[in-house]
């Protein structure tokens, strides 16, 4: 069957599919499904590519779906290998993404992007159960390969229940974050130390909320707009071509650049030399802020250096700052109320793609215990 009519089948499929006979499909694999932390750092990359490998050994029986790769590390052609990256990119992930499926269940880039310990698998030239443990991985490398190995064994009939079953799991995980959403986007009159909150969070993105939050309450008033929630961390300056984790904006221009830096990370002196990079490639920049959610950070010897530097006295350096999310709050928290910054805050955890689920589950249940 040709590739065009393949996603026609699947476009249907996934647009139509509400239940899936459970019955029809091994328990050794539900189970190990079951396993799967879906939604988890880590573990959302690769979910995609189990979905893939299901509708490719559905459509093409007779081809092993666990010969992932069309060519081992030398380039050398796999004899009945094929391109699972291409019909991931090709196919699943814009069908998944068409139904706004991909967020909470898998990647909306690619599976095989953020699973480079498959892609250094290609010696083996077939994923099998019984390869190596020296791959480090966050996600269960194991359990991956042994549930793409009893896909490969599966009959026509157990195959179909089994997509249908990636599309319930994905419209299931749909369900709950929209809920989740519409429960984040709801006002409430919660105040607590958001701060604080932070600092037993461990998600970058919910840090770049905070911090998103606390710039709007001090710009905004004079026509800057902040943007970048919206935009995968990875994606910001590649696709979008935005000059910072989240960007300033007013009259149609980009004013501030905003780099964000959760407790686990610092900057160096390549943050300098790369901001400059971006400075001067946007000249509409009148500054450039480096926001650090750990406070010592924002103060260590290093950091002093870097401010005393003439280095930051030249044209492509004297717009650098460099604060703490500490001292940005304050500034915020002067022109709002508490509550204010926590309703703001929760907006963007809404709309931001890349907030662990976990984060959200917290702040709800936060919010919950403040009533």
Known sequence: MSTPKIRTELDKLIKDTTSFDAGKIPAKILADLKKWKWGSYGWVSPASLMFTAAWHKYYYPSIDCCKIWAADENGNSIPGGYSIRSEDEGVSIPLLAKYDLCEGFCSPNSGMQGSRAIEKMRTLKRLNKDFDTAQRTVFDLKLFASILNQINDLKSEQLLELIKWFICTAKQIRSKRT??????????????????????????????????????????????????????????????????????????????????????????????????????????????????????????????????????????????????????????????????????????????????????????KAVKSYK
């Open 179 to 364: 809920a989740e959403n519409e429960a984040l986007q709801t006002r409430t009159e919660a105040s607590f130390d958001l701060l604080r909150f932070l600092s037993t969070v461990p998600d970058p993105e919910f840090t770049k909320c905070v911090t998103a939050a606390c710039l709007s309450f001090l710009y905004s008033k004079n026509g800057f707009v902040v943007t970048g929630i919206e935009d995968f961390k990875t994606a910001a300056d590649a696709r979008a071509r935005k000059p910072g984790d989240l960007t300033l904006e007013k009259d149609g221009s980009f004013r501030i650049a905003v780099e964000v830096k959760d407790k686990t990370q610092h900057i160096d002196w390549n943050n300098i030399e790369r901001a400059k990079r971006i400075i001067n490639l946007h000249t509409s920049l009148s500054g450039f802020i480096f926001v650090l959610e750990s406070r010592d950070s924002a103060t260590c010897s290093l950091i002093n250096e870097m401010v005393r530097s003439p280095q930051l006295s030249t044209p492509d350096g004297k717009i650098i700052s460099i604060m703490s999310l500490h001292a940005l709050y304050q500034l915020a928290i002067a022109t709002t109320t508490e509550t204010d910054l926590i309703n703001l805050t929760a907006k963007y955890l809404a709309t931001a793609p890349a907030v662990k689920p976990e984060t959200k589950a917290a702040w709800l």
